[in-house]
């Protein structure tokens, strides 16, 4: 039996703690959650009694009692945590992103990578069916080359409604706004199913009163393929508007749009028609039980991650993704904030000079 912890008990440790907790019931993996830390005594104690752990006064008590830590804390606390971790040699599940800056990040990876411990970064959608499915539809080569992406994701600012995150207004624990503490996913989730990011260029805008943390990013992204992609990230006030991602993508002979960021399906548009490519979760989520009152915390969506965690680190098997494909989707970030800092002028990410923009063939004159 593999004995978990939490340091940090804020609504992502609920999300995971109760994943853990229906796939313990049922079976599916061999782990207890045995302890939780969190400086607010008081969610400590609510997570704690949530899922029959202890409540420990601190890090080094929760890690006696622990092989394996999920650190849910804010950004900026993320180092303490692993690094503490890492000092008892406990595998760790570190959520996103590493720290509010990229050499925050780099380090953090590189002192995981030394000390030989498991290592797993909470990119939750690299696990989603629907992304899967359409990294293998690119794959297949069966639409042609993609040729570009329109992204848009937004939710409101997540320091109200069910988040309620004060922290994430106060740029020295986050490192910035929606891009970093968001949009992360949807950086790494490009790269996942479309390769190598080449370029990137981006405006980022402050319009709700909290300091250097942005509520919007938009990007333009070139990929080593010759694709490109525009990424819209926003966080509005909308409160009776959920999280939502929508995704088109257009190939040289098809055309892919999603709605859903989970389970799609995918619609498929092509010469011959119309057509919806499903993409189911697995078949053992239907034997797991969710404790009532938690479906706004999304808990399908961390199952599989939670449980390749579990058991690679029962198995000896390195995790996936690791810290340094989180430094890698960090880097994207860092290369956005970097082009919106230098009022859109392009940064580019492989070493060679930006790609001056390509002009429309002049019209013939009769």
Not at 118 to 138: H, S, T
Not at 166 to 178: K, P, S, V, Y
Not at 354 to 363: C, D, F, L, M, V
């Amino acid at each position: 039996m593999l004995r978990t912890g939490f340091v940090g008990a804020g609504l992502i440790a609920w999300a995971h703690a109760i994943s853990l907790q229906a796939m313990i019931e049922t079976g599916t993996i061999d782990a207890a959650i045995a302890a939780v830390y969190d400086v607010d005594a008081s969610r400590a104690s609510a997570l704690a009694g949530a899922c029959g752990a202890r409540v420990v006064a601190g890090i080094d008590q929760l890690l006696e009692q622990c092989e394996a830590v999920w650190v849910c804390t804010p950004t900026a606390l993320h180092r303490e945590a692993v690094e503490t971790a890492i000092s008892r040699g406990r595998a760790i599940f570190c959520e996103k992103p590493l720290a509010p800056d990229l050499a925050g990040a780099q380090a953090l990876a590189e002192a995981v990578e030394a000390s030989g411990v498991p290592g797993q970064v909470g990119l939750v959608l690299r696990y989603a069916p629907v992304f899967r499915r359409l990294a293998e539809l690119v794959a297949s080569g069966e639409l042609g080359q993609p040729m570009a992406v329109v992204f848009r994701d937004d939710q409101y600012f997540p320091d109200q409604g069910l988040y309620g995150s004060t922290w994430r207004g106060r740029a020295e624990l986050t490192g910035g706004g929606c891009l970093i503490e968001h949009s992360i996913h949807d950086l790494d989730i490009l790269r996942f199913c479309l390769g190598e990011v080449t370029q990137v260029s981006a405006r980022t805008a402050r319009l709700s009163g909290h300091g250097d943390v942005e509520d919007v990013a938009a990007a333009t992204l070139a990929f080593a393929s010759g694709a490109s992609a525009q990424l819209t990230s926003v966080w509005h006030d909308v409160l009776s508007r959920e999280s939502s991602r929508q995704l088109e993508l257009f190939f040289q002979h098809g055309y892919v749009r999603l709605q859903d960021d989970f389970s799609g399906p995918l619609l498929v548009q092509t010469s011959d028609g119309q057509r919806s490519l499903e993409c189911p979760a697995p078949g053992w989520f239907d034997d797991l039980s969710i404790a009532p009152g938690s479906e706004g915390l999304a808990i399908g969506r961390y199952l599989e991650e939670n449980r390749a965690f579990v058991e690679a680190v029962v198995e000896g098997k390195e995790p996936s993704p690791g810290f340094h494909e989180a430094v890698t989707a960090h880097r994207l970030v860092d290369a956005v904030y970097r082009s919106a800092a230098a009022c859109g002028a392009p940064v580019r990410l492989d070493g060679g000079e930006p790609e001056p923009p390509q002009e429309a063939p002049a019209n013939p004159v009769d």
